[in-house]
């Protein structure tokens, strides 16, 4: 079946480093690849998000690419700051279903 | 952006029980929704796919009779637990499509269901 793979599951930096969350996909059909960020106990929050015909995109200090080819996709986060400490995740979109990775645990020390 | 809410927020309830939750478009109309399951510290699992109208879509492994999907409105999808068990025990979090070419999904807020 479909799955999200997603590495690493927990990840430390040092505030104003860079951050990357990286996933990869099994359904070629996907088409749609979110991100969110989840707090404790809170619904996910969609902070960016990419279509299959495009490579980059990029919101201030959040960016994400996408390889078709090799089906990888990856966040990165800029000049981390404490409150990008959350749980973020990553999915994919085929035909009408998310699957979502089984998410990174950030953690950005002060 | 587009509004989901869900209620109870918080469920507590005996092992032998039903709960009802319900996941409501509030300014826009969903023809499909999500609901998923989360354990502590987990991902969200899909259980399945609510579509106004017709039956509901269950994942593999998801008991059909034991979480029974209602999508009876365009704005309104409920989920029953029946006879639940303290494994049951969750966060359920439901999401809505807008469809006509949306590509995003909105979540609900969540529902933690304890089972005693």
């Known amino acids: 079946g479909e799955n999200v793979e997603q590495h690493p599951s927990t990840l430390s930096v040092q505030e104003g480093d860079s951050a990357v969350i990286k996933c990869t996909y099994s359904?070629?059909?996907?088409?749609?690849f979110p991100w969110y960020k989840q707090e404790l106990g809170k619904r996910p929050q969609l902070i960016i998000d990419?279509?299959?015909?495009?490579g980059e995109k990029k919101d201030q200090r959040i960016a994400v690419t996408l390889n078709k080819t090799a089906k990888h996709f990856s966040l990165h986060i800029t000049e981390t700051q404490p409150e990008d400490s959350a749980v973020y995740f990553c999915a994919a979109r085929g035909t009408y279903k998310y699957i979502f990775g089984t998410g990174t645990r950030l953690k950005v020390l002060a | 952006g587009a509004v989901v809410s869900q209620h109870p927020s918080r469920v507590i309830c005996k092992s032998g029980t039903s709960v009802k939750i319900e996941c409501r478009s509030l300014d826009f109309q969903a023809t499909t929704m999500f609901w998923y399951r989360q354990f502590p510290k987990k991902s969200l699992m899909l259980m399945a796919t609510?579509?106004?109208?017709?039956?509901?879509?269950?994942e593999q492994g998801v008991e059909k009779d034991k979480f029974l999907i209602n999508h009876a409105s365009l704005t309104l999808s409920t989920l029953t637990v029946t006879s639940a068990h303290p494994e049951d025990s969750s966060f359920y979090i439901c999401?809505?499509?807008?469809?006509?070419?949306?590509?995003?999904?909105?979540f609900g807020p969540g529902t933690r269901l304890t089972v005693l």
């Open positions: 609510s579509n106004e109208g017709s039956k509901a879509t269950y």
């Open positions: 999401s809505a499509d807008p469809g006509q070419g949306a590509k995003e999904q909105f």
């Open positions: 990419i279509r299959s015909n495009v």
């Open positions: 359904d070629s059909a996907s088409n749609y």
